[in-house]
């Protein structure tokens, strides 16, 4: 027993002990590590530095931020933050976070919360992440109207064109024996100011020289407005005529400068309450599948009929599964949004204005005084209901209209008014009146369509021919889809002549479609003409395809079911559009009457990169003549195109156009141009190629596919994208200065491997490359070229080390181990 009164003592001693024990940690069990040995052990560094970190969104990466790390806190260069996140929110969203960092100076991460944006410091990952609360996130554009991320976007050059050449000529034993028909079109774009023009020469027995148009074209992308001078193009109203006019014209079109939609889209706004698939269904079939972030969507550019259409979105329901779940039992889903959209292509968007107008001469010869202005307006009274007015004026007499277009859940109603008046009688006046009824979602109900039309004797268009009598007529047209592939139509027209000598008449006409997944068609058009006098004339055609199993090979047949001529095809179908050959046999004639032609015929042509050309030889002979005539045509079509360099050679041009021109080393080596990442739409190699397919304003990428280059060489920074002007040119260098890849280890002064790691190498022009090594220190680092790299690594910014490749290198090039010291060693 112990005395009474060192009992005390002892049970301090046991409670200091164990005290002591508790807090003293363990020589194999280390204490909880805090913040700041975590942020040594990962950056090997004070517990307080100043770093480059990345800042991430779902796996996305917006830029590096200048980032302040200590124990208790983190901050980040605010203005830094806004400029790579304001891409991703709203207006609100835009506007709170440009107060809270106006004053450029570093920001804690927790005052960006009360905005929506959730800033976290990851020092594990050695990254910020952010996440971003839904309603201060911009509206999302999904569907085949979403504009694209386009990287590496090109400039146009200053001064580019081309000139289309196409040729046509025909060897026969009778008629014309020889005679050559060309078409040249020359394109100059200078700054965005086209010159273009179209020239149609004949040479046989008679040379002529036809000018088809000629004019100089700017487009205006803020108003989005087309203007000409010259032989002008121009829009007009569905009751009047379009003379050709030598003048100006002004056309505001929707893809100009890629502004605002000026027609209808059916655009539709949702929430996307959870990060998930996302199923859109148009008309009850499985559009496209999603993956959507949290927020709101829209909707555009989904191809949409005209009619009423049903555009429903699913997602699948946001709950845990239960015990009870059946698992064979189709997932819950949840209906974001279930909308019907009435649609017609013509019908303009709410608020916006179309028009075109037109002023000059009329180019006819015959027409004395040929001066002429036309004018065409719309207006997007809502999204649902578009009306405008039109006119078109000479000297001696005018026409005015108006119009309307409404789409509603009853159909699509359209109705055209017009009058014409001139100083030698009364007026006229002509109504044209339609409505469809189209239920797009429901295949089993049919389309059905009527017209009306009446027109008075004194209407006609202006600088158009006098009409030959006041008429009305009707029409009843009926579609109905009977299965996957398969659909039947009837027609009815109705004529009633209100003056002149004319009969009454009445058409009626029945068909059937049918394209299997097989590759057979069949298409078939069978009715009668009634006329007043009694007289009934039958009508109609029988057309059939069948395809190979590869569809490589296509035989067709069509058949005059009203006494005519029948036609047997037999062509192929190149499952290459480019380098290949394509090639038919025709037989024309069948039905032994006098005076109709019966012949037989052959094609072979060939397609290629820089044009095609093909050669038709043929036989011909006129039932009841006693002579046969043989010929040959020959066709070529090709283009000669210049942008900042010397001209070459390419296939026709419709639009715009890329000149792609490798560097000496890439030149012997081919590199394939694939707009979208798709098929193959040029070789660069040599002298260089051109891909004349670029739309214009539109916006298009093309990968340059190195794959078959040696080592060590790169096609150039891939993709390259173009946001295309009307007509515009490109020229594009392809191949890197790059021609070797560097391979080495990275170590410490103890040769030990520093894995994973994150660094920087740097060319004295101060270019940088971002590599990485690997658990056992092993990096390799792509696109370089022969000089003199500084290597930095992410973890340690105060070393570096320097390594140099000799010029002529190429292929892989071994440094061997890349020391650096640490603080550790």
Not at 209 to 237: A, C, K, M, N
Not at 450 to 459: F, I
Not at 461 to 486: C, E
Request: charged content about 20%; cysteine-free.
């Amino acid at each position: 027993m112990y005395p009474r009164r060192l009992i005390p003592q002892i049970i301090g001693v046991v409670i200091l002990a164990v005290a002591t024990v508790h807090l003293i940690p363990a020589k194999d069990e280390p204490a909880e590590p805090t913040d700041a040995d975590i942020f040594a052990d990962v950056f090997g560094g004070a517990a307080e530095e100043e770093l480059q970190l990345p800042l991430v969104y779902q796996d996305r990466f917006l830029g590096e931020i200048p980032t302040q790390v200590a124990p208790q806190r983190v901050e980040v260069n605010g203005q830094t933050v806004a400029a790579a996140i304001s891409p991703l929110l709203n207006e609100d969203g835009t506007a709170a976070l440009t107060r809270l960092t106006a004053g450029g100076t570093d920001i804690d991460i927790g005052e960006f919360t009360p905005l929506g944006v959730f800033l976290t410091y990851q020092p594990e990952q050695a990254r910020l992440s952010v996440r971003l609360a839904a309603d201060i996130l911009a509206e999302r554009v999904i569907g085949p109207g979403a504009e694209r991320e386009l990287v590496n976007v090109q400039e146009p050059v200053p001064l580019s064109g081309f000139i289309n050449l196409r040729g046509r000529s025909v060897a026969a034993t009778e008629g014309d024996p020889e005679w050559i028909q060309a078409e040249v079109e020359p394109v100059i774009n200078y700054r965005g100011w086209v010159w273009e023009s179209q020239v149609g020469l004949t040479s046989g027995d008679t040379d002529q020289v036809e000018l088809r148009h000629t004019r100089l074209v700017r487009d205006f992308g803020s108003p989005q407005l087309r203007g000409e001078v010259g032989i002008v193009r121009y829009d007009y109203g569905a009751l009047f005529g379009a003379p050709e006019v030598i003048g100006v014209s002004a056309t505001r079109k929707e893809e100009i400068g890629y502004g605002p939609a000026l027609y209808r889209e059916g655009t539709t706004e949702f929430v996307v309450p959870a990060a998930g698939a996302v199923d859109l269904y148009l008309n009850g079939r499985l559009y496209q599948n999603y993956r959507l972030t949290p927020g709101p969507h829209r909707t555009a550019g989904l191809p949409l009929g005209q009619g009423t259409n049903r555009l429903r979105v699913e997602a699948p329901a946001a709950r845990a599964p239960t015990a009870e779940d059946d698992a064979t039992a189709p997932d819950e889903r949840t209906v974001i949004v279930d909308r019907y959209i009435y649609y017609s292509p013509r019908l303009a968007a709410a608020g916006r204005h179309v028009y075109s107008a037109a002023a000059g001469v009329v180019r006819e010869q015959d027409v004395p005084d040929g001066m002429f202005t036309s004018g065409l307006y719309n207006y997007g009274v809502s999204r649902h209901i578009t009306v405008g007015g039109s006119t078109q004026l000479a000297p001696q007499e005018y026409a005015l209209g108006a119009h309307s277009l409404v789409a509603s859940r009853f159909g699509v109603s359209r109705v055209d008014l017009a009058g014409y008046a001139d100083d030698t009688g009364a007026p006229g006046s002509a109504v044209e009146v339609a409505h469809a009824v189209s239920l797009l979602y429901l295949p089993r109900v049919p389309k059905v369509e009527v017209q009306g039309r009446y027109q008075s004797a004194e209407y006609h268009r202006v600088h158009g021919p006098r009409s030959i009598g006041a008429s009305f007529r009707a029409a009843a047209i009926v579609n109905q889809r009977i299965g996957t592939g398969a659909n039947a139509s009837a027609t009815l027209i109705r004529t009633w002549p209100l003056s002149g000598n004319a009969v009454e008449e009445t058409a009626i006409r029945v068909g059937a479609q049918y394209r299997s997944r097989d590759g057979y068609s069949l298409n078939v058009q069978l009715g009668p003409t009634i006329y007043g006098d009694g007289e009934v004339v039958w009508q109609g055609s029988i057309f059939v395809r069948i395809s190979t199993d590869d569809r490589g090979i296509n035989t067709s047949a069509n058949y005059d079911l009203g006494g005519g001529p029948a036609t047997l095809q037999v062509a192929n179908a190149p499952r290459k559009p480019y380098r290949s050959v394509n090639w038919s046999a025709t037989a024309h004639g069948f039905d032994q009457s006098p005076g109709s032609v019966e012949y037989a015929e052959g094609t072979v042509g060939y397609r290629g990169y820089r044009g095609s050309a093909q050669i038709q030889p043929r036989v011909q002979r006129t039932i009841g003549a006693e002579n046969t005539v043989t010929g040959v045509t020959g066709r070529y079509a090709s283009a000669v195109v210049w942008a900042g360099g010397a001209p070459m050679i390419s296939r026709p041009v419709q639009n715009g156009f890329v000149v792609f021109v490798p560097r000496e080393h890439i030149a012997p080596y081919p590199v394939a141009a694939r707009p979208g990442g798709g098929a193959v739409g040029a070789i660069v190699r040599n002298r260089g190629a051109v891909l004349p397919d670029i739309p214009s304003w539109g916006t298009t990428s093309v990968t340059l596919d190195g794959s078959q280059l040696p080592d060590g060489f790169f096609p150039g920074t891939t993709p390259v994208s173009f946001r295309s002007a009307y007509r515009t040119g490109y020229r594009v260098t392809v191949g890197s200065l790059a021609t070797v890849y560097v391979t080495g280890r990275l170590v410490d002064d103890r040769n030990k491997p520093i894995g994973l790691e994150a660094g920087e190498v740097v060319d004295a022009q101060g270019n940088s490359n971002v590599f990485f090594s690997d658990r056992d220190g092993a990096f390799e680092i792509i696109d370089i070229a022969p000089g003199e790299y500084r290597l930095y690594l992410y973890s340690y910014p105060e070393a570096q080390s320097i390594f140099a490749v000799p010029e002529g290198e190429s292929g892989r090039y071994e440094v061997g181990d890349v020391v650096f010291l640490t603080e550790e060693s």
